[in-house]
């Protein structure tokens, strides 16, 4: 055998037990930390890397498959998906390779893997359904690893699916999604530190504001939808609101959980002013028609004066009341 041409398998059994060093070749060179076969996958992984910035796809892949084939737990497995999903459309073996990361632990290819559910129409991965939960799933694990963007967009895939009206939701599947989003923004007031007994019950309004992170990156309907969401449809007595809604109507085995998420919220200014106006208009027993929904209920008033019945007001209190236009947002 031609010795200057070493086989696959030689190169294998050449390097099992070897100390690190330096590789130098003609195409790459480097300092690596591994040894044994573990150094040989992690060569390998660089030449694929190197073949795909030259755009030679094909030999690329092959490179990233001989590092597969020798250490499975190779830090760069993930790319390779990222070859199949861009270059080759091949959204079946993204998957597979992608997967492949994430039982490694790479939080990037968890990513990748979620927004390939998220984005892709490939039925072959799934119908409908199947994509935007799992999508929702993965971006779950991040969001509570963590990670910004994907707590943004478990919690806006969340909703967007509840609201699908091309897509009927089942009882169970409503609940859990309704519980994803209440849960969702409890990460967000954990992981901002967001005190909202002082004045900053509106920290995850700002926050998004400030960093929108991925939302930099989204379609205006996305960035639409979610400023609709953390303004009106889900601010903070919004939150309490759905939060008693949901402990009437989910299982029982989660029903703490609503409880600890409701607590967080129940504190914040906002509500405790909603509390106080409901009790004093109800002792009043200002019951008339409301202006929005013309249903008899009990009305409280907005900082303009105007009053709105007690299921509308959360969605007005931080914005223009819809008779004056004033501005309503109490904590502005």
């Not at 009790?279 to 409301?290: G, Y």
């Not at 907005?302 to 004033?326: N, V």
Request: charged share 30%.
């Amino acid at each position: 055998m031609n010795q200057q041409n070493p086989s696959f398998q030689e190169m294998v059994r050449t390097y099992i037990g070897r100390p690190p060093l330096n590789v130098a070749t003609s195409l790459i060179q480097v300092q690596t930390k591994y040894i044994g076969l573990k150094e040989l996958a992690h060569i390998e992984s660089l030449y694929a890397r190197h073949y795909d910035r030259r755009g030679d796809i094909k030999n690329a892949l092959k490179h990233y498959q001989n590092a597969y084939d020798i250490d499975n737990e190779n830090e760069y497995i993930g790319d390779a998906g990222v070859l199949y999903e861009l270059t080759e459309h091949d959204y079946v073996k993204a998957k597979d390779w992608y997967e492949k990361g994430v039982k490694n632990g790479d939080s990037v290819s968890m990513f990748n893997l979620a927004d390939l559910f998220d984005s892709c129409n490939d039925e072959r991965l799934g119908n409908f359904r199947d994509r935007k939960q799992n999508a929702i799933s993965l971006y779950k694990k991040r969001a509570y690893e963590g990670d910004y963007d994907c707590l943004t967009l478990f919690i806006l895939r969340s909703w967007q699916l509840l609201n699908n009206i091309q897509y009927e939701v089942s009882k169970k599947e409503k609940l859990e999604l309704e519980l994803n989003i209440l849960s969702g923004f409890e990460l967000v007031v954990k992981y901002e530190n967001i005190d909202i007994c002082e004045g900053k019950e509106e920290g995850i309004t700002s926050f998004y504001r400030e960093y929108p992170g991925i939302l930099q990156q989204a379609s205006q309907d996305d960035v639409e939808e979610w400023n609709d969401l953390i303004d009106c449809k889900y601010n903070s007595v919004q939150l309490v609101i759905k939060s008693d809604k949901l402990l009437q109507e989910i299982e029982d085995d989660k029903k703490d959980e609503v409880r600890r998420i409701r607590s967080v919220f129940s504190v914040c200014d906002s509500y405790v002013i909603y509390k106080n106006k409901v009790s004093l208009f109800t002792k009043l027993n200002h019951v008339v028609d409301c202006t929005i929904c013309f249903e008899k209920n009990v009305n409280i008033d907005l900082t303009c004066g105007h009053t709105f019945c007690i299921d509308c007001y959360p969605r007005l209190y931080r914005k223009c009341c819809p008779l004056c236009r004033m501005n309503c947002n109490m904590l502005d």
